[in-house]
């Protein structure tokens, strides 16, 4: 029996991968222009990271990750999400201490022990990024508007930015308190998810998908009622920040995301066009992360975008990949004393910039003009016994089925003023 992929993995390739390449671009080139710089963290952490950092009660650290032992006997953790490890490399090697405002972006893969559905794997991948040292509002906004431009530039546009805020540490705390009243009062009308959740992990409750918490949710007390003048100016700032910019947003108020880092701003891109799988990117301030993970008071804010959905959104909105590129020139040597020279103009031309691929079968002509076609070829350069014998190739444009006798020692310069 052949072995597959381990469930919720995927192998990524041809027209697919070349999209992933192109948003790796605009991820690249977008960072970059808002003055982040690309941090590379490892894919295996402490396990005591995400238990302090993300919060024993979150469904990712209760119930998605990939713990092991290894042979040593340390708890070693596939990492679920990047902020975590961001913020234990940040203190480890003290980047905030020597640039008060820290901008950082990172891209790779992630592991939650989820239930595979369309846009929901155990290994996907996310672009993010993260500003270290600032708690003013235009550090909200900067972030914001950084995950909203590449999303645009990716060529995405059926999204919807939510906003809401938590509020300071101190209001988010009173309103717990007074959320976990209320619903104690309610709860033989909540869900059994809800009931759980109720000690646990309380704001959790108001984004509940169930629709038995609804009526109480309705009418449970508003975090709004809670905040303090400082968290309300707060967030009037990154609102009208991003009016200025232009960007258009909605303010959730039961949007209160899953991890217990978060306080004040909170944000999702949202999409109507993936079925439940609706968020293509999730972000918010997070000023308490740093104290709980030994680093002082370094207030922070990121994002974080789950690639395959934003390339599947991409998808449905363009209806589907375009074809990959193919190479520029298809060598075909025809007789095995071709063979040698053939391959020897094939490396001229690669080591110029020209993408080359021949046939290493020795194959007849014919079934080397096929697979110059399979490989949409831009020239089909042909190399027999008489243009052996003469010093020339034939080079025949597969577009326009035009063909011509050249001098071998033209053909780079040729193929490139043609590209
Ligand atoms: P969801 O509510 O869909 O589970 P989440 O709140 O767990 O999302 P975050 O931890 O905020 O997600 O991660 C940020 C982004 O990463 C999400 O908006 C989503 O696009 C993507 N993402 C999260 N989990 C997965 C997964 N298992 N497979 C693919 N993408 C994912
Ligand atoms: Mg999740």
Not at 132 to 154: F, M, Q, T, W, Y
Not at 231 to 252: E, Q
Not at 288 to 317: H, T
């Amino acid at each position: 029996m052949s072995i597959g992929c381990v469930r919720g993995t995927r192998d990524l390739f041809g027209a697919e991968l070349e999209q992933w390449q192109r948003a790796e671009d605009v991820f690249r080139t977008v960072s970059a222009a808002f003055g982040y710089q690309e941090f590379r963290t490892p894919i295996i952490e402490h396990t005591e990271l995400f238990a302090r950092g993300v919060g024993e009660h979150t469904d990712i650290v209760g119930k998605e990750m990939y713990t092991f032992l290894d042979r040593g006997g340390d708890s070693i953790t596939l990492r679920p999400e990047m902020t975590a490890p961001i913020v234990r490399a940040a203190i480890e090697h003290s980047l905030v201490r020597h640039a008060p405002v820290t901008r950082l972006w990172y891209m790779g893969p992630l592991f939650r022990y989820e239930r595979p559905q369309k846009g929901r794997y155990r290994q996907f991948h996310q672009y993010g990024a993260e500003c270290l040292g600032s708690a003013e509002p235009e550090a909200d906004a900067e972030i914001i508007i950084l995950a909203h431009d590449v999303i645009r530039k990716v060529g995405v546009q059926r999204v919807e930015l939510r906003l809401n805020t938590l509020g300071s540490p101190s209001a988010r705390a009173a309103y717990r308190e007074a959320l976990v009243a209320y619903l104690e009062q309610h709860v033989d009308q909540l869900s059994e998810e809800s009931t759980r959740r109720l000690h646990t992990n309380p704001l959790r409750v108001l984004d509940s998908k169930d629709e038995r918490d609804r009526p109480v949710v309705a009418s449970a007390p508003r975090l709004t009622d809670y905040l303090d003048d400082e968290s309300t100016s707060h967030f009037r700032a990154v609102c009208s920040m991003l009016d200025a910019a232009g960007i258009a947003y909605t303010v959730d108020p039961l949007m209160v995301r899953g991890l217990d880092y978060y306080s004040h701003t909170v944000f999702e891109f949202v999409t109507d066009a993936l079925g439940t799988q609706n968020a293509v990117c999730g972000g918010g301030r997070y000023d308490p992360l740093f104290s709980m993970l030994g680093g002082g008071n370094v207030p922070a804010v990121g994002f974080s975008i789950g690639i395959e959905r934003l390339l599947m959104l991409l998808e449905v909105e363009q209806g589907g990949w375009a074809e990959p590129k193919g190479v520029d020139v298809y060598l075909c040597s025809i007789g095995p004393a071709a063979v040698l020279p053939g391959s020897l103009i094939a490396l001229r031309l690669r080591r110029s910039g020209v993408t080359v691929a021949t046939d290493l079968l020795r194959r007849s002509a014919k079934a080397q003009f096929k697979e110059a076609n399979r490989l949409r070829a831009t020239f089909t350069v042909t190399l027999g016994d008489d243009e052996l014998a003469a010093g020339t190739v034939v080079v025949k444009n597969m577009q326009t089925g035009e063909q011509q006798t050249i001098a071998s020692g033209e053909l780079d310069r040729f193929v490139l003023a043609a590209r």
